[in-house]
């Protein structure tokens, strides 16, 4: 018979109040293990969902209160690691653990009975034969996937390389080994499109979890992590932070991507966050790009990641690559974003029923509008922002998402005389339907996509071939295989050239890699277009095979200037309704920063945007050898009050 004894725990809330509170083990739970798991416990006179942090059998002192007893264990996924990686990656974002667990709790608040775990019909699996490339990073990683060892691997695989048939031979092995598999995409329709294919090809059950998933959905999921079943888990951001007890492997697929740092704070990196994982759970993470980042490339150089390269399509060839300039006059004429020679190109797809893209980083009619008197510009008084013009003859913010009529006046000088300036994917599809009426045009962008059925039914068309032309934005740049496309047409290659980051050319080069790479997917012959206005050294980068070229041209650059991968760069943001106040505030922090002799202080800078929903915005960067010195300097004015709220981001990209 067992001895009773006191047992007693130390939890965190989920509600934001960042102490720890000790309470009672009953008797019917003294024999359980509670580190980790999600309790409910009396405060005042209610209950709050909380998560178990330590658990003992002694007080260092007698308390002058009386401790009072946990209510309940909620049903939580046995994961014996959760726990110390939950407090390592809020210790890197310097934040509140709880702020994490926050992300789940929506799972915790279902009053559901456990009921049988039906998974969707799936499809026997289909044989994986993998290229002699392939089977060279299927063997390597395969058998880290049955031993504890974080095994980080990149694998640089041209556009239609086939690494997705890597992904899905891995998570087979880790399936037959009884263990669930993450497959991380930077963007929800991507994550959309791999469960669909990973549903039909695979005879493993695929699961989702982003902001896509309907209640029954996630209930199922988290019904089979109660069950410790294996499974493949796919989404964006979210997966990362779930319970797995029998988490095997992590494939983070377009691991270049933006779109894996997240916009709003605390801005967690999903691809650090899965690193992380990875390495507290000693297991093996792949990392998988055409255009891999120059962090990554850097961390298989000097930091021991195993690197791999897929140099041969699996089906097609290379497009042919050509450079328009734009300001040279034999390419000029009236017609200015669609150059002669593009003009040419696509009417010889359309004759032969091929295919074509036309890319354009811009959403919209035109940027702006501008008067021609006085220069007046409409922006978004809330955000600072210019306002764009849209189809509906409405200008759009593109950060709050307030809408205003077009003026019939120049609100300053009163003259009704304005001016378009720039150009969005709606005006090109206009100019389009002008040079080509009998073709059918289809436009694919963020505001497209955001509507989930419409978005489905342009791609399902463009893929059947019954869309000749696509005008798209960056949402058709990622992942997508379109077999019928033999032309892609890039207008103005050389936009986002000049953002004030260090890494705009990098993020250009690979965008370009991208969206180039949707040509001659399944053809002999296909050809890229790129149209700019200016000669940059970028452009002779852009054939894929040359990528490495520019890394090594990019790498020198940085470590003049000490930017990442060559030294840390992370960011304290500012936020208040008063401008002036914000910028005192600023002001106080360097000064107190100032201290730090092994850190360099940027700023206060003015963001971009400097005011979104009537915050006004400033920004500090902090340069360094390493994370840690600016990990400690960011500690010392953490719990220091400001009137303004304060936000540190670990890295700055």
Known sequence: MRTLILMYIHVRLLNGFNKLLTYQVPSI????????????????????????????????????????????????????????????????????????????????????????????????????????????????????????????????????????????????KAYQKNKTSIVLLPEVTLALQFAHLFK?????????????????????????????????????????MLPIGNLGLIIVDEEHEVGYQEKKHPKINTKEAALLRAQHYQIPILLGSATPSTTSLYNSQKKGWKFFQLT???????????????TEKKHQRK?????????????QRLEKK??????????????????????????????SVSLTLHNDNELHCHYCGKKEPYPTQCPSCKKDNFLKKGIGTQQVVSILEKLFPMAHIARADLDTSSKKKEWHKTIEQFNKGTIDIMVGTQ??????????????????????LNFPAYHAAETTLQQLIQVAGRAGRESAESLVLVQTMIDHPIFKFINEINYIG?????????????????????EIELIHKNES????????????????????????????????????????????????????????????????????????F
């Not at 264990?73 to 709880?98: C, G, R, W």
């Not at 949402?475 to 986002?496: E, M, Q, R, S």
């Open 29 to 172: 739970y003294q024999h359980e293990q509670l580190i980790g798991r999600v309790v409910q416990v009396p405060l005042r006179n209610q209950l709050v969902h909380a998560l178990v942090e330590h658990q003992f059998e002694s007080l260092q002192e007698t308390p002058s209160f009386t401790i009072r007893e946990l209510n309940s264990l909620n049903a939580f996924p046995q994961d014996p690691h959760y726990v110390s990686f939950i407090n390592k990656l809020a210790e890197y974002q310097q934040i509140e653990s709880y702020i994490l667990i926050q992300r789940i709790q929506q799972f915790l608040t279902s009053e559901k009975e456990d009921e049988a775990i039906i998974y969707e019909q799936i499809n026997q699996t289909q044989q994986v034969v993998l290229t002699e490339e392939q089977e060279k990073v299927y063997s390597f990683l395969a058998p880290y996937i049955e031993k504890p060892l974080f095994q980080p691997t990149l694998v640089h695989g041209v556009t239609g390389s086939g690494k997705t048939e890597i992904y899905k031979k891995l998570i087979l």
């Open 200 to 240: 039909h090809t695979l005879a493993v059950p695929v699961l989702s979890f982003h902001s896509h998933n309907t209640k029954k959905e996630k209930e199922l999921l988290w019904q089979t992590l109660l069950a410790h079943k294996p499974i493949v888990i796919i989404g964006v951001h979210l997966p990362i």
């Open 312 to 326: 041969k399509r699996y089906a097609g060839n290379f497009p042919i690559i050509k450079i328009i300039n734009l």
């Open 335 to 347: 017609n200015f974003w669609i150059s002669k020679e593009l003009e040419q190109a696509i009417r």
């Open 354 to 383: 091929e295919q074509t893209i036309i890319f354009l980083n811009r959403r919209g009619v035109c940027f702006f509008i501008q008067c021609k008197n006085c220069s007046y510009t409409p922006i978004c008084h809330h955000c």
């Open 475 to 496: 949402t058709i740049t990622k992942g997508y295989h379109f077999p019928k496309v033999t032309l892609v047409g890039i207008l103005w290659a050389d936009l986002n």
């Open 550 to 570: 520019f890394y090594a041209s990019e790498i020198s650059k940085r470590m003049l200037l000490s930017y990442p991968p060559c030294g840390r760069f992370s």
């Open 581 to 652: 106040t914000v910028e005192k505030d600023a002001q106080k922090i360097i000064n107190l920063l100032a201290k730090n002799k092994n850190i360099t202080i940027l700023g206060p800078a003015i963001p971009p945007v400097s005011k979104i929903k009537n915050l006004h915005r400033r920004k500090i960067y902090l340069k360094a050898a390493s994370f840690i010195p600016i990990s400690e300097a960011y500690q010392s004015i953490k719990s220091k009050k400001f009137a303004s709220k304060h936000y540190f981001t670990p890295a700055s």
